[in-house]
């Protein structure tokens, strides 16, 4: 109990980070494309103020104040600043706590369930990556190759220690996922001039594949597939949200991975038992 306790509180402050992940990544990327952009055009760079996971500080949206130490505790703060900016009175989002409750929660899920251990680790680690993709993709509809990329060959290379699957489940894994989404992409366009999903949603189905083997990808994409239409129904349904809008297949494809992980094989088990 000490240990899950332990690590609950570490991600509460990695929620954190990962606040500040989900927000600045994304324009760290646009900056970056549209400094390409203007090398390709063989235009002047625009002069920009540095801009990373640093710098520059957190500060208030609204006036500017910086956020001091003592104001950035994980939702300790947020309480005590009853939800708004020290300085201005503002009204702080509460969407930044409850990201870090929902971090703090799932590593310690992940505690419980896999043990102090290299497995458990790893797997912490990749939860901490699936939040920052899911809420970015939310945002964005986006799954930046910085996170998904780097994951994949994590993955690849932990099946060299056999830490989630084998090397060869893991290779044929990768080359599946991937390419399994990228022919469902292609026939749907083909078929109805329109595109269904985005090429950061092959990458992370690669990324599942080669921590957890080809073995788990049909689990996978079942239940992503379905918590998604139901979502996307109910959303249509009763909040009258636009069809013609997207919605990020990301999330439940993060969140369908995360469940393999921990009880993919108990899942499997259950449906051969019940179907078999």
Not at 102 to 126: E, M, P, R, S
Not at 178 to 188: A, D, K, P
Request: charged share 15%; hydrophobic share 50%; net charge neutral.
């Amino acid at each position: 109990m000490v240990y899950i306790g332990c690590m609950a509180l570490l991600g509460l402050f990695i929620g954190s980070f990962l606040n500040v992940v989900i927000l600045r990544l994304p324009v760290m990327m646009q900056r970056s494309w549209d400094m390409q952009c203007r090398e390709l055009l063989e235009l002047e760079p625009i002069a920009a103020e540095k801009f990373n996971l640093n710098t520059p500080r957190s500060r208030c949206p609204n006036c500017g104040h910086l956020i001091r130490a003592l104001e950035n505790i994980p939702v300790l703060s947020y309480l005590v600043q009853r939800g708004r900016c020290k300085h201005c009175a503002e009204k702080i989002s509460p969407r930044y706590p409850l990201i870090e409750l929902f971090t703090a929660l799932l590593t310690g899920i992940v505690a419980w369930k896999l043990g102090f251990g290299w497995q458990g680790a790893f797997a912490i680690l990749l939860t901490w990556m699936l939040i920052a993709l899911a809420f970015i993709d939310i945002d964005h509809q986006l799954l930046p190759d910085d996170i998904t990329l780097p994951g994949l060959w994590l993955g690849l290379g932990l099946s060299l220690f056999a830490l989630f699957t084998d090397m060869q489940s893991a290779l044929i894994g990768a080359i599946a996922g991937y390419l399994s989404l990228w022919l469902i992409y292609h026939g749907f366009r083909i078929l109805t001039k329109k595109e269904g999903m985005g090429y950061g949603d092959f990458k992370l189905f690669a990324l599942f594949g080669a921590w957890f083997g080809w073995q788990q990808l049909p689990l996978i994409i079942l239940l992503s597939s379905l918590v998604g239409a139901v979502i996307g129904i109910a959303m249509i349904t009763f909040m009258g949200r636009d069809r013609q809008i997207p919605i990020p297949f990301g999330p439940y494809l993060a969140g369908a991975g995360w469940l393999a992980m921990l009880w993919g094989h108990e899942i499997t088990t259950a449906y051969i038992n019940s179907f078999g």
